[in-house]
């Protein structure tokens, strides 16, 4: 599962040296904020997919990985197995449409998300965990 990194312009996607492998990049995946158009959790990300590998890693309902081309332009996806996943729509990136990734933390991406952030990139598990720490001593 990949790791949400956040800052106040930034959300990057880091990848391991497999998920690299599998998704064909060299780089980790980074997002504007600002192109963060909706987020939604799902069950079965598998129904998300759309379009083909290009270039990317398709085991049927074990692994996609990597940028999926179709009519609808480009996404990012990183999906295992039936988990829990997020899938973010984007508007105004040159790269991709949409990032369909497999996550345990898609509660914690929506609330870091409404959060002010520092400059510095902050895991997104534990932005939300200080913020409801926060809240709840005050």
Avoid: C
């Avoid at 790269?95 to 952030?117: D, K, P």
């Amino acid at each position: 599962m990949v790791t949400l990194m956040l800052d106040s312009a930034h959300l990057e996607v880091v990848l391991s040296i497999t998920e690299k492998g599998l998704t064909f990049r060299k780089r980790n995946v980074m997002i504007d904020r600002s192109q963060i158009v909706r987020v939604q959790l799902t069950d079965d990300s598998w129904t998300w997919l759309r379009g083909v590998p290009d270039p990317g890693t398709y085991l049927p309902v074990a692994i996609a990985a990597g940028s999926w081309k179709s009519a609808g332009g480009r996404d990012f996806v990183s999906i295992r197995r039936r988990k829990p996943s997020v899938v973010i729509d984007l508007e105004g990136s040159d790269e991709f449409q949409r990032l369909i990734l497999t996550t345990s933390h898609g509660v914690a991406l929506v609330q870091a998300l409404r959060l002010e952030t520092g400059s510095e990139p902050t895991d997104v598990v534990d932005l939300a965990t200080n913020s409801t720490k926060r809240k709840r001593s005050s």
